[in-house]
Nanobody
Framework: QVQLVESGGGLVQAGGSLRLSCAASGRTFSSYTIGWFRQRPGKEREFVARIKWSDGNTLYTGSVKGRFTISRENGKNTVDLQMNNLKPEDTALYYC????????????WGQGTQVTVSS
């Protein structure tokens, strides 16, 4: 069974940085894609970024391009989200999720980690 555990959330001032980490276990993830999603207060959950484990190919939503970087560390089975120049509108519960590369659906989800950006 795939398990995903997020860490690294917290409170930061606008303009600051945080690094989120997603520890993945239960599978060999070479044929998986790992994504980060967030749910802002009063909003639907939305896609933030994803990385394809096999080749490191990445994709970002427009509002975080140039500020967030997703990366994987094969030896540790972790996927990190480096978040720089944080804005109050980045305040959200951040989740990591996993899907097999031949599936369109993220089937596995972590419990989330809270990020709060103060102005």
């Amino acid at each position: 069974q795939v398990q995903l555990v997020e860490s690294g959330g917290g409170l930061v001032q606008a303009g600051g940085s945080l690094r989120l980490s997603c520890a993945a276990s239960g599978r060999t993830f070479s044929s998986y894609t790992i994504g980060w999603f967030r749910q802002r207060p009063g909003k639907e959950r939305e896609f933030v970024a994803r990385i394809k484990w096999s080749d490191g190919n990445t994709l970002y939503t427009g509002s975080v391009k140039g500020r967030f970087t997703i990366s994987r560390e094969n030896g540790k089975n972790t996927v990190d989200l480096q978040m720089n120049n944080l804005k109050p509108e980045d305040t959200a519960l951040y989740y990591c999720a996993a899907r097999q590369d031949d599936s369109g659906r993220f089937a596995y989800w972590g419990q989330g980690t809270q990020v709060t950006v103060s102005s």
